[in-house]
């Protein structure tokens, strides 16, 4: 059951959020994050070779007017120069803004149930799907991209659907329960050229920004209920006690 136990898009974002790339308000939230390293995670293409190349803990999370996305990442190496943006140290996210239940799309979706795509790279973040469109950049409120030492690096955003959202498509409504088309890809270059990506969708081919039938799933909210009390508690106690004769008798004659 690839479902059981995954992580899923909090309803809840932590208290006091800011884009800064302090993570603190993640950690205390209560939020599980997704964590993606090659040995347990998907490299469809290319080489990632162990959690110290590259390991990436996400947070997502919504409310009724935002998406928020924090990364954590790992990297023996950050890269980002001239070329193109897959080419060089970047998170992309593949999102379905719907309650997706039965088959998956074949193509990239506007309307009732549209398919978005976003990059994050250290100059920007765009709306690569629909219109290619960068939305912010590092001097903005919304987004956050720091290297650290030319190596790890964090990113935080903070998107509103205002933003985010074309005119084609349905506003999004979240509600606990929606099971949301996901995959969450890192692309990895160490200083000598793209190496390899990393992604959680199992099904990936590299070619999940044609193909939502690669992208994965999860859901918004938690899925679990715990019982914390039993009002109707029993009070009485027995009265008389029987012992009834067994039959048939189990029991061999002898």
């Known amino acids: 059951n690839d479902a059981k136990g995954i992580p899923t898009i909090s309803l809840n974002p932590p208290a006091n959020f800011a884009a800064d790339g302090d993570f603190t308000e993640w950690e205390n939230s209560g939020i599980v994050p997704f964590v993606l390293k090659p040995k347990t995670d998907h490299v469809p293409v290319g080489t990632v070779t162990d959690s110290s190349d590259l390991k990436g803990t996400v947070y997502l999370a919504v409310d009724q007017n935002n998406l928020y996305v924090a990364a954590d990442v790992i990297d023996d190496v950050f890269h980002y120069g001239e070329g193109n943006w897959w080419d060089q140290d970047a998170l992309q996210l593949f999102i379905g803004f719907y309650d997706h ?3 998956p799309h074949s193509g990239i979706m506007r309307g009732d149930e549209p398919d978005y795509i976003l990059y994050f790279v250290q100059d920007k973040m765009v709306r690569d799907n629909p219109e290619n469109k960068a939305l912010y950049t590092p001097d903005s409120v919304n987004y956050h991209f720091e290297e650290l030492g030319g190596a790890d690096y964090v990113i935080e955003a903070k998107i509103p659907f205002a933003d985010l959202f074309v005119n084609a498509d349905k506003p999004f ?5 929606m099971r949301i088309p996901l995959d969450i890809y890192f692309h990895d270059n160490d200083g000598n050229g793209w190496e390899g990506n990393l992604g959680w969708s199992k099904n990936s ?5 044609q193909n939502p039938g690669e992208w994965a799933f999860t859901w918004l909210g938690d899925t679990t209920h715990t019982i914390t009390d039993v009002n109707d508690r029993i ?7 029987e012992l009834g004769q067994n039959y048939p008798n189990p029991f061999i004659p002898t």
């Open 205 to 209: 081919t590299d070619h999940q920004w």
């Open 235 to 241: 009070t009485t106690v027995p009265v008389a006690y």
């Open 101 to 103: 239940r039965g088959a």
């Open 173 to 177: 409504v979240p509600q606990r329960g």
